[in-house]
């Protein structure tokens, strides 16, 4: 049903607001142009009232949640690509229809490491994307190949490279299209120009030749992470500097913390004025960027490197392949690298990045949880990181995977049959979000920005999407007071109702 002049007033509702407090006010949206509305100005501008007023009972009606990285949902996997581009499209209108019953209104598509000639066929299957009464395709999440051997989790080690030629190397890989400038990029052909463009990449800032690209990608309006590394707290710090954003899923595939040099972790305690000098390796020494070959060796024997090499890959990407003990990591900055004078302080402002957290009370303790939200709860985003075996209708129990194998899952928890290997994460969103309420003691309002608002400024989108701001799309999604989808809007149409 659509009101005679477009207007819906939302009323009997608790909204969360941009500092997590919750409110009890009236909400307008314009449901013809999807866009929420300064309801005072509508009224006195247009001299007109809601025809629809509907009444939330004294539900929450929330900006709709984001999830900057999931790998797939309801049987599609965003980095697999059999050649047939309509298929591969099915499968994202799919997922953007279906995952709305969890409260996503807006998704990053990530795709793993893959072989490099699919990079740029996947990358622009994966720009931004609206389609009616479902979920917007926000462009893509590239996580890797520039990433650290030790810490590849699922990615296939032969495909992980290094970037010699720097900012050349990600556009070899990636395309050149892929990399343009962020308006020449939204404008090209195959995109649609109505949506926000998102490009995330994330990559191991101690790997040959990152660093160095990292000022250019954001030029060119990339987010760039920091994940899948072994990066000491200097490099981590340099990269933050250089203008990386965001940590990827904090506390998986990284080293563990440290009191004497607590990696990347340690970001979330930095102080805004830097004070202690870098410590750079001594005059003359080399870099041990990429672990492979001789500098696995040394680190850990001939052996265990081939060992390493030859491992099967676990199939959670956000899991060790190799444990990292609490201990100075393993690499240290090189001096061509981070472009520091040897003893100079760093008496700069310093902005911490936001960090992601997978909240399945798997891939990390609760405690964890708390202790990252309690240092800076300010730049904590919710992510899933979930499977392509994402759907919450799936009934525990022994289920076909792939390559012949079968998984058990057990609520949250999946294990390849006959084995205690985690398979990853089919957590949603919206459990998340009561999950992290409950693990940090932090208010519903409080965990719902970490879905909807953190992770839209940390994109740099948030006068669009994660806010009730006037002018936002009309993307919302109203829960109970414990947390639970009731329905979710889409650009002011209802999209999904719980029955």
Not at 202 to 220: H, Y
Not at 242 to 256: C, D, K, S, V
Request: proline share 6%.
């Amino acid at each position: 049903m659509i009101s005679s002049n477009g207007l819906i007033c939302f009323t009997n509702c608790l909204l969360p607001l941009e500092d997590g407090s919750l409110v009890q006010r009236d909400l307008w949206i314009d449901e013809r142009r999807g866009t929420i509305l300064d309801a005072q100005r509508t009224f006195f501008l247009r001299k007109e009232r809601p025809d629809r007023v509907i009444d939330l009972k004294g539900n929450v009606l929330s900006p709709g949640f984001m999830d900057i990285q999931i790998n797939g949902a309801y049987g599609f996997d965003f980095s697999v690509y059999d050649g047939d581009d309509e298929a591969y499209r099915q499968g994202l209108k799919t997922i953007a229809e279906r995952i709305v019953e969890t409260g996503v209104t807006s998704l990053v598509p990530t795709i793993i490491t893959q072989e490099k000639s699919l990079y740029p066929k996947l990358l622009h299957l994966l720009r931004p994307l609206s389609l009616a009464n479902s979920a917007a395709l926000l462009g893509w999440h590239a996580e890797g190949p520039f990433i650290q051997l030790a810490k590849r989790g699922a990615h296939a080690p032969q495909f992980l490279v290094p970037a010699h030629e720097r900012f050349a190397s990600f556009e070899a890989v990636y395309g050149t299209d892929n990399l343009a400038d962020q308006e020449d990029w939204l404008m090209a052909e195959g995109s649609d120009v109505d949506s926000v463009g998102v490009r995330i990449i994330t990559a191991a800032p101690e790997i040959d030749g990152v660093m160095p690209a990292v000022d250019e990608l954001v030029k060119r309006g990339v987010v760039f992470s920091i994940g899948h590394s072994i990066a000491t707290t200097d490099i981590a710090t340099h990269a933050v500097q250089q203008g990386a954003r965001l940590i990827t899923h904090l506390f998986n595939a990284m080293p563990q913390l440290h009191h004497r040099d607590p990696s990347i972790i340690g970001l979330l305690g930095a102080s805004p004025h830097l004070s202690v000098p870098f410590a750079l390796p001594p005059s003359g020494s080399s870099s041990v960027s990429h672990l492979r070959g001789g500098s696995l060796s040394r680190r850990l024997g001939t052996k265990s490197a081939q060992a390493l090499l030859e491992s099967p890959k676990p199939t959670s990407e956000a899991f060790d392949d190799l444990e990292t003990p609490p201990q100075t990591p393993l690499l240290r900055a090189t001096t061509s690298d981070l472009s520091l004078v040897k003893g100079k302080a760093a008496d700069m402002a310093f902005e911490r990045p936001f960090y992601e957290l997978i909240v399945d009370g798997i891939h990390s303790h609760p405690n964890s949880v708390r202790l990252a939200y309690s240092a800076y709860p300010e730049g904590c985003i919710l992510i899933t990181d979930a499977m392509k075996i994402l759907d919450p209708h799936l009934k525990d129990g022994v289920h076909e995977w792939r390559d012949g194998k079968r998984f058990v899952k057990e609520g949250d928890k999946l294990y390849l049959e006959g084995t205690d290997t985690l398979a990853g994460s089919v957590v949603t969103l919206d459990k998340c979000v009561r999950n992290f309420s409950r693990f940090t003691g932090c208010s519903l309002g409080e965990a719902i920005k970490c879905a909807t608002f953190n992770p839209a400024k940390c994109l740099g989108i948030e006068n669009k999407k994660g806010t009730l701001r006037p002018g936002a799309d009309a993307d919302l999604v109203v829960l109970d007071r414990q947390g639970n989808v009731l329905s979710t809007w889409v650009k002011g149409q209802e999209v999904w109702k719980k029955d």
